[in-house]
Nanobody, 123 residues
Framework: QVHLVESGGGSVQAGGSLRLSCEYS??????MAWFRQTPGKERDWVAS???????GYADFVKGRFTISKDSAKKSLYLEMSSLNPDDTAIYYC???????????????????WGQGTQVTGSS
């Protein structure tokens, strides 16, 4: 059984930084992503790191967030900087069972999901 567990969320003042981690077990994933969701809204794609090629980012996080992975540690990361109240959301880690040579950005591209970690940006 596959488990994805996010950590690193919290409250931060505007302009601050956080580092999210996602640890997984019982598999090695090559294609992963971060999404986020606020109450009453759709889950939005944040960033993806494909099997080959460079990562992709949503326009609203470009230049502020960096996605990375460490397959040996079975971990995915999201470095977030210049946080603001609009970044407040639950952040979810997602994993695709198969490799990807494109930048996946739809929820349907991913089979496995974590439970999420809350990030709150205060003004």
């Amino acid at each position: 059984q596959v488990h994805l567990v996010e950590s690193g969320g919290g409250s931060v003042q505007a302009g601050g930084s956080l580092r999210l981690s996602c640890e997984y077990s019982n598999y090695v994933f090559d294609c992963m992503a971060w999404f986020r969701q606020t109450p009453g809204k759709e889950r939005d794609w944040v960033a993806s790191i494909p099997t080959t090629g460079g990562p992709g980012y949503a326009d609203f996080v470009k230049g502020r967030f960096t996605i990375s992975k460490d397959s040996a540690k079975k971990s995915l990361y999201l470095e977030m900087s210049s946080l603001n109240p609009d970044d407040t959301a639950i952040y979810y880690c997602a994993a695709r069972a198969n490799f990807c040579t494109f930048v996946p950005n739809a929820q349907s591209d991913f089979e496995y999901w974590g439970q999420g970690t809350q990030v709150t940006g205060s003004s």
